[in-house]
């Protein structure tokens, strides 16, 4: 019996025909290559509860997988160990190490926020200002979803440092994710939000844009979306 073995006796074809789609998988998008098996995340997460004590080293194995919900049983497993470790750092070490293999959204967004961003809470943020200016795009967007974390402490400055960093991005999923947080960073302190919109709203991709403000009234939007703020 193994991790491996026991996703596998749950792969599902049609299902995994369904996610490489929904995930991009083609040639020529942001997830060209990537395989799935077709799982439910709920039947990961049960999964990895069950070898949520796996050596860190046969974690890594699974990091390395072409197999996507593989590298998403690790991450399962590696948050898991992260919030019940005496030495946090041994844990953030290796994920930092394996950031290549944390290769889409629906990776970063589970983990980054939970590892490197609750990590740095009492700690310098330099990481994350690296990340920001990778040419990896999922090291750009762990970066800002690693955020969250700050947030949740009502600590805005870091999100809005790296959404400037990130406002000239050509990727739609840098575009998102800095608009999420931003949006985020208004719901904790909209004044301070206000105040980042005004200098930068009539620049900033509109998706960006339209995630920012998804919170503030109808007509507010609307004149920042045409531009009469």
């Not at 995994?16 to 040639?27: D, H, I, P, Q, S």
């Not at 990895?48 to 399962?76: G, M, Q, W």
């Not at 961003?117 to 330099?126: A, E, I, S, Y």
């Amino acid at each position: 019996m193994s991790v491996q073995s026991d996703l596998q006796k749950l792969a599902n074809k049609e299902k995994a025909k369904l996610l490489a789609r929904y995930f991009k998988t083609g040639k020529g998008e942001y997830a060209e290559g990537d395989k799935f098996i077709g799982l439910t995340v709920p039947q990961v997460r049960a999964i990895a509860k069950i070898y949520r004590d796996l050596p860190l080293r046969d974690v890594e194995k699974l990091f390395h997988s072409t197999i996507h919900e593989f590298r998403l049983t690790a991450l399962i497993i590696l948050t898991e160990k992260f919030k019940r470790a005496e030495h946090k750092k041994e844990i953030v070490d290796v994920y930092v190490k394996n950031t290549k293999y944390i290769n889409n959204w629906d990776l970063v967004d589970l983990s980054s926020h939970e590892i490197l961003g609750t990590f740095l809470l009492n700690k310098p943020r330099k990481i994350l200002y690296t990340l920001a200016k990778s040419k990896n795009i999922w090291e750009r967007r762990i970066a800002v979803i690693s955020t969250f974390a700050f947030l949740r402490k009502h600590d805005v400055s870091d999100s809005l440092a790296l959404a400037e960093i990130l406002l000239h991005d050509t990727h739609d999923l840098i575009h998102k994710a800095v608009g999420w947080m931003l949006r985020e960073a208004g719901k904790r302190d909209e004044k301070t939000l206000v105040d980042f919109l005004a200098k930068h709203y009539r620049v900033m991709p509109r998706t960006m844009l339209r995630y920012a403000i998804e919170k503030f009234p109808p007509a507010i939007r609307e004149k920042y979306l045409k531009g009469n703020r």
